[in-house]
Nanobody, 115 residues
Framework: QVRLGESGGGLVPSGGSLELSCTTS????????MTWYRQTPYSTREWVGT???????TYADSVKGRFTISRDNSRSTLYLQMNNLKPEDTALYFC?????????RGQGTQVTVSS
């Protein structure tokens, strides 16, 4: 069974930084493309960025230059380094992997950026 668990969220002031982690089990992590998403109570799920098994990453325009996705295949863990955070980054962040066309995701970790 695929399991994903996010951690590292919290309350930070505008301009601050956070690093989120996503631990995984039940999948061949090193072979899978992994994605970070975020969602607020008032919006649909927003794509944040994706990293390939080889480490190549792409980002949404809203976070490009501020967020960095990385992975540690030896630990089956995905990371999201977030710098220069803005109030509009406030959301529930979760990691996901698409398996047989279905997005498997964790419970998410809340990030709140105060102005």
């Amino acid at each position: 069974q695929v399991r994903l668990g996010e951690s590292g969220g919290g309350l930070v002031p505008s301009g601050g930084s956070l690093e989120l982690s996503c631990t995984t089990s039940g999948l061949q992590f090193s072979l899978n493309t992994m994605t970070w998403y975020r969602q607020t109570p008032y919006s649909t799920r927003e794509w944040v960025g994706t990293i390939t098994p080889g480490g190549g990453a792409t980002y949404a325009d809203s976070v490009k230059g501020r967020f960095t996705i990385s992975r540690d295949n030896s630990r089956s863990t995905l990371y999201l380094q977030m710098n220069n955070l803005k109030p509009e980054d406030t959301a529930l962040y979760f990691c996901g992997v698409t398996i047989w066309g279905e997005i498997k995701r964790g419970q998410g970790t809340q990030v709140t950026v105060s102005s």
